[in-house]
């Protein structure tokens, strides 16, 4: 079943912005670790952002460094990601994705198979 939906992604042209969420209805959000991840046509799915369970500690991608923002709050089960400054090279299918990490509230896993759950993925597209 799906468990996380992504929502907000759409076209932009670039140095434009655009803001993403996820949402994670009826779990214990603040157990679990939350990232974003991105999937380009033809490359790897890399990793873009994680945000602890606490909230309290961020890692980014140096790629999306001092554009992107992720924040959450644990009281709406949603994860956000502000995106700022938007390139052509940001194009991609951003996915959600969750891991259960309640004994430790200020992991920020960084490797896809560190992850359990993943939402459906939303289209964003920076134009030239």
């Known amino acids: 079943q799906v468990q996380l939906v992504e929502s907000g992604g759409g076209s932009v042209q670039a140095g434009g912005s655009l803001s993403l969420a996820c949402a994670a209805p009826?779990?214990?959000?603040?157990?679990?670790?939350m990232g974003w991840f991105r999937q380009a046509p033809g490359k790897e799915r890399e990793f873009v952002v994680a945000?602890?369970?606490?909230?309290?500690?961020?890692d980014y991608a140096g790629s999306v460094k001092g554009r992107f923002t992720i924040s959450r709050d644990n009281a709406k089960n949603t994860v956000y990601l502000q995106m700022n400054s938007l390139k052509p090279e940001d194009t991609a299918v951003y996915y959600c994705?969750?891991?259960?990490?309640?004994?430790?509230?200020?992991?920020?896993?960084?490797?896809?198979?560190?992850?359990?759950?993943w939402g459906q993925g939303t289209q964003v597209t920076v134009s030239s």
């Open positions: 945000i602890s369970g606490s909230g309290g500690n961020t």
């Open positions: 009826g779990w214990t959000f603040r157990h679990y670790a």
């Open positions: 994705a969750a891991v259960f990490t309640a004994a430790n509230s200020n992991y920020t896993p960084k490797q896809r198979h560190e992850y359990y759950y």
